[in-house]
């Protein structure tokens, strides 16, 4: 084969150059160790040939002829070599038909991507992956597009066929099609190809070596050949995790690649158990014009990683003229929440925060779906709602960057965009086992508000593990200017978001109600250390205490209650109304030791002015500890003993309580 060089042909008509080229090249003009980047047609990344990144002719390898352009890297982050394949101009529109043959040693990767600006690094306009285990991948935009697979140690040809003027991209892997798929706006161009060697598909190892041959292009200022009835699903449309057994409807993308309008078309769908067949009719969907659709019957989430497919059976009452695009399938992975478990949100917020609006709407949303496992704390700061709450969040979880801001089970904070981005983190915890579940009663002291937190261990504990307390209150009002809120989504210009683009900015306080507001940690943020360890079975309890405001409103009131790993995220947690754990009725503290035997109890002088002594008289020994507890049910003095047998006397020093009454708890 004879390496034909570049025709470029060029017509000028009214100032405005355009042009139609074909490029061709198989490597045998060249001598063996040639860099390619000093050949006509071809360039460098740097723009530098014969540098670092430039690549060499081999004979090690070839697919006609006797040489090739050898590509190897064994570092993580790719390269040196990044050859680059210019057009004549940039792409944007008629079409590209683009060809190469490859071959990948076993055990590695390759990998080339589509430049979409005039010059290389402005922009991805898509990335086609080789990897290592035998996948084909083909991204734009961060999505994945196209997938199929290759066979390592042998030559195959790669071809793209891509028409801008319907922003149409096809994808043969060795006479294959993988399937079409509509480009990102801004990303249908085409610049430059990038040759670069990386494996980045989930490596077994750093390695990606490869070969290319005999690589062609046809650039025409005209489409690709239509056909007159073609269609793809162009996009299947789902979440990729769910809890499982959860029913979703299926939506898809439909795209008319052909010349004939579209009346009606059937698709099938198929995977994790479920397989049915719709059909849509009295439609007119035109040329190159897409129709988004949802299926009726529901697709039910299996647990663990599912195969989804969704095809084409007919268009027009007719099997459609070209096949190779009528299949988009996906991946859906069913989770089954841990027996217990739940998940906390903390979400930095404040009315004078404009972008704050979309934490209520998102989370309104995670409850909705997840309403039995998501527990949801909106904690404000810099407004009439504020405590110690947000000040102890943001001093003590690494990441804090600002309003609105999320933390899920206080791991790292993260700026949510999405709903999607608050499930990431969701579904990342709701799987995890925790050390056990948590019974909250209480009960009133006027307007002191008794807790008891009773941890019933379901697996072995961690040493300095810690439970709390957070009272949280709904449908909170006000009627100052610090309940107004600041809305930067008033008047639509930046999309929807629940309602609040139909509102003004600021929103009158008369118009908000706020939901899930923090009103402060019981004792502060002085959690109550587990002392110990402790197995399956076991059951410990602490007791906390609030004196809580008149002003609010017992029947909205929530109790939060957590228990926390040695490294202050949360293992688990529990949210109950106040009405339930009145309910459910105030556990006080005993000993959580287990005391085989008191002959004699003795507590001395009672009552007692600066200090009284515990006589305890132990037929066998045990371990000891004597907590002080006041009427809130706070501990105000404690020591542990140890192991102790026989007859002692212990002494309790009073001299810094106030008078009242105390219990002394052994």
Not at 438 to 456: C, H, I, P, Q
Not at 498 to 508: A, C, D, M, Q, R
């Amino acid at each position: 084969m004879k390496r034909l060089l570049p025709i470029l042909i060029f017509t000028l008509t009214g100032g405005l150059i355009l042009a139609q080229g074909s490029f061709s090249d198989d490597f045998e003009a060249y001598n063996e160790g040639a860099y390619i980047g000093n050949q006509m047609g071809w360039s460098t990344w740097s723009g530098t040939p014969g540098g670092a990144d430039d690549a060499m002719v081999t004979t090690e390898e070839a697919y006609s002829g006797t040489n090739s352009v050898k590509f190897e890297s064994f570092s993580p982050n790719g390269g040196p070599a990044d050859v680059i394949l210019p057009m004549p101009y940039r792409l944007n529109r008629g079409s590209l038909i683009f060809k190469f043959w490859i071959y990948v040693v076993d055990g590695t990767a390759g990998y080339f991507n589509f430049q979409g600006g005039s010059s290389p690094g402005q922009s991805w306009s898509a990335e086609v992956f080789f990897d290592d285990n035998g996948a084909v991948r083909v991204v734009s935009a961060g999505t994945l597009r196209l997938e199929g697979s290759f066979e390592h140690g042998k030559w195959f040809e790669v071809e793209f066929r891509i028409d801008f003027n319907k922003n149409a991209w096809e994808g043969i892997i060795d006479g294959q099609c993988l399937g079409i798929f509509t480009n990102d706006a801004g990303l249908n161009s085409v610049g430059s190809i990038d040759f670069f060697p990386v494996n980045s598909g989930n490596p077994s190892s750093n390695a990606s070596v490869y070969f290319i041959d005999d690589v062609s292009y046809e650039a025409s200022l005209d489409g690709l050949e239509e056909v007159e009835l073609d269609a793809s699903i162009s996009d299947i449309t789902l979440n990729s995790r769910a809890l499982t057994g959860t029913d979703v409807q299926i939506g898809g993308v439909l795209r008319n690649n052909g010349s004939n309008n579209i009346t009606s078309f059937e698709v099938m769908f198929d995977g994790g158990g479920t397989q049915f067949t719709e059909s849509f009719d009295n439609l007119d969907i035109a040329s190159n014009s897409t129709y988004e659709f949802t299926t009726s019957e529901t697709y039910t989430y299996e647990e663990g990683m599912n195969d989804l497919s969704l095809s084409l059976v007919s268009v027009n009452g007719q099997a459609d003229e070209k096949t190779c695009n009528d299949v988009r399938q996906t991946t859906a992975q069913g989770i089954t929440p841990a027996p217990g478990k739940r998940v906390l949100s903390e979400e930095a917020t404040g009315t004078w925060c404009g972008w704050c609006p979309r934490g209520e709407v998102f989370i309104g949303i995670m409850e909705d779906r997840y309403d039995d496992y998501f527990v949801p704390i909106a904690v404000h700061q810099g407004d009439p709602m504020e405590n110690d709450h947000i000040g102890y969040i943001t001093s003590v979880i690494p990441g804090f960057a600002g309003y609105p801001n999320m933390v899920i089970d206080r791991m790292d904070w993260f700026g949510f965009g999405t709903v999607e981005s608050i499930e990431n983190f969701f579904f990342e915890d709701i799987d995890d086992a925790p050390v056990g579940t948590m019974d909250v009663g209480a009960e009133w002291d006027g307007r002191t508000l008794k807790v008891s937190n009773a941890l019933n261990f379901d697996q072995d504990s961690e040493s300095g593990m810690a439970l709390e307390v957070i009272l949280v209150e709904n449908n909170v009002t006000g009627t100052g200017p610090g309940y107004a809120q600041i809305n930067y989504y008033a008047g639509g210009g930046r999309g929807p978001m629940g309602g609040y683009e139909n509102l003004p900015s600021p929103v009158p306080a008369d118009q908000m109600v706020y939901n899930h507001v923090s009103r402060g940690s019981f004792s502060g943020h002085a959690n109550h250390s587990i002392d110990g360890n402790y197995t399956g079975g076991d059951r410990y309890l602490a007791n906390f205490a609030m004196n809580v405001p008149d002003t609010y409103d017992d029947s909205e009131l929530l109790l939060v209650a957590l228990v926390l790993n040695a490294d202050g995220s949360v293992n688990n947690v529990t949210e109950v109304s106040l009405q339930e754990a009145i309910d459910n009725g105030f556990e006080m503290t005993t000993s959580s030791d287990d005391i085989q035997v008191i002959n004699d109890l003795n507590v001395y002088p009672n009552p007692a002015l600066n200090s009284t002594f515990v006589e305890l008289d132990l037929a066998e020994g045990t371990n000891v500890r004597i907590d002080v507890i006041n009427s809130l049910g706070g501990i105000v003095a404690s020591r542990d003993y140890g192991k102790i047998s026989g007859s002692y006397t212990f002494p309790v020093d009073l001299g810094n309580m106030n008078a009242g009454v105390y219990q002394i708890q052994i």
